[in-house]
T-cell receptor, first 115, second 114 residues
Framework: GDSVTQMEGPVTLSEEAFLTINCTYT??????LFWYVQYPGEGLQLLLK?????DKGSNKGFEATYRKETTSFHLEKGSVQVSDSAVYFC??????????????FGQGTRLTINP | DAMVIQNPRYQVTQFGKPVTLSCSQT?????MYWYQQKSSQAPKLLFH???????NEADTPDNFQSRRPNTSFCFLDIRSPGLGDAAMYLC?????????????FGSGTQLSVL
């Protein structure tokens, strides 16, 4: 079945450092890819997405490019801030099943940014 | 402005005592989901509703049930909570039938079982 593998955390960086969180996937067909973020004490919210190969999703300075040849969707940010501290989930959606978008999540990467 | 609202934020129950978690939405979305998220793990889908049609995941224990009396509300019932059911429970919504659409999540209910 479909699966998502994320870089294991926790990850700790200093403010203004460069961030990469690796994500690779296994899926049949052409899934949509997502990064969701979970701030402390909150639910998940969509950070960015890409729905086809070579698409780049971007939001709040974060970027990720859908690479079909390497089955990857790595998250990057050029200069992180303390407010970026959160848990980041990579996810894919392969199909609509009985009306629902079935998301398959990676295990999450906890990111802590120190001032 | 809250769009998916879960109550309560924290719920404590006793081993074996039935508990109900609630979710409401103002988005008028067809689909509502319940996820279970244990500490440091990925969210795991328990079931979803497409309008009034209930769809259970194959590995969801019978102990977990759900009700959706109308478009706006959805409830998660745990008939006999065990210690292993302590987790964050997340409700989410989406429009139906479009791959790549985002899910809207509530803030979750943290369930403790004593």
């Amino acid at each position: 079945g479909d699966s998502v593998t994320q870089m294991e955390g926790p990850v700790t960086l200093s403010e203004e450092a460069f961030l990469t969180i690796n994500c690779t996937y296994t899926a049949t067909g052409y899934p949509s890819l997502f990064w969701y973020v979970q701030y402390p004490g909150e639910g998940l919210q969509l950070l960015l997405k890409a729905t086809k190969a070579d698409d780049k999703g971007s939001n709040k300075g974060f970027e990720a490019t859908y690479r079909k040849e390497t089955t990857s969707f790595h998250l990057e940010k050029g200069s992180v801030q303390v407010s970026d501290s959160a848990v980041y989930f990579c996810a894919l959606s392969g199909a609509i099943i009985q009306g629902a978008q079935k998301l398959v999540f990676g295990q999450g990467t906890r990111l802590t940014i120190n001032p | 402005d809250a769009m998916v609202i879960q109550n309560p934020r924290y719920q404590v129950t006793q081993f074996g005592k039935p508990v109900t978690l609630s979710c409401s939405q103002t988005l008028n979305h067809n689909v509502m989901y319940w996820y279970q998220q244990k500490s440091s793990q990925a969210p795991k889908l328990l079931f979803h509703y497409y309008d009034k049609d209930f769809n259970n995941e194959a590995d969801t224990p019978d102990n977990f049930q759900s009700r959706r009396p109308n478009t706006s509300f959805c409830f998660l019932d745990i008939r006999s909570p065990g210690l292993g059911d302590a987790a964050m429970y997340l409700c989410a919504t989406s429009t139906a039938g479009v791959v790549g659409e985002k899910l809207f999540f509530g803030s979750g209910t943290q369930l403790s079982v004593l």
